[in-house]
C-alpha cells in the first residue's frame, strides 16, 4: 500500500521560510518522480516543483528562485525548501508520487497548510 505523509506546514509571516516534507512507503523510491502541488483557497491545484528519478527539476515560475525540490533516498523522502515566502504561498501543499504502475495522476498525499501572512 502506498502512503505519502506530508509535514511541516505552518502559518508564518511574509518573507519567512518554511520546509515541507514528504515520506513516501510502499513504492520504489528511485524509480518514482516525486512532485510539489499546491491548492490556494478557492482555486485549482497546481504543480509547484517537480525531481524526477534521476534528479531532473523543474519549478512553476511563481516559486522560481525562492522554493527549493530535493529527495533524499536514504530516507524516501522529498523536501520542499521554501524561502522568501508571499502571501499568494498561502495554499494546502500536496505531495505526488508517479511511477511506472501507478494509477493516472499518481499517488496523493493528504496535505499540509501553509499560510503566510503579511
Known amino acids: 500500500q502506498v502512503q505519502l505523509v506530508e509535514s511541516g506546514g505552518d502559518m508564518v509571516q511574509v518573507g519567512g521560510s518554511l520546509r515541507l516534507s514528504c515520506a513516501a512507503s510502499g513504492i520504489i523510491f528511485s524509480n518514482t518522480a516525486m512532485s510539489w502541488y499546491r491548492q490556494p483557497p478557492g482555486k485549482q491545484r497546481e504543480l509547484v516543483a517537480t525531481?524526477?528519478?534521476?534528479?531532473?527539476?523543474l519549478y512553476a515560475g511563481s516559486v522560481k528562485g525562492r522554493f527549493t525540490i530535493f529527495r533524499d533516498s536514504a530516507s524516501n523522502r522529498v523536501h520542499l525548501q521554501m524561502n522568501d515566502l508571499k502571501p499568494d504561498d498561502t495554499a494546502v501543499y500536496y505531495c505526488?508520487?508517479?511511477?511506472?504502475?501507478?494509477?493516472?495522476?499518481?499517488?496523493w498525499g493528504q496535505g499540509t497548510q501553509v499560510t503566510v501572512s503579511s
Open positions: 505526488n508520487a508517479v511511477a511506472p504502475t501507478s494509477p493516472g495522476g499518481g499517488y
Open positions: 525531481i524526477s528519478r534521476v534528479g531532473t527539476k
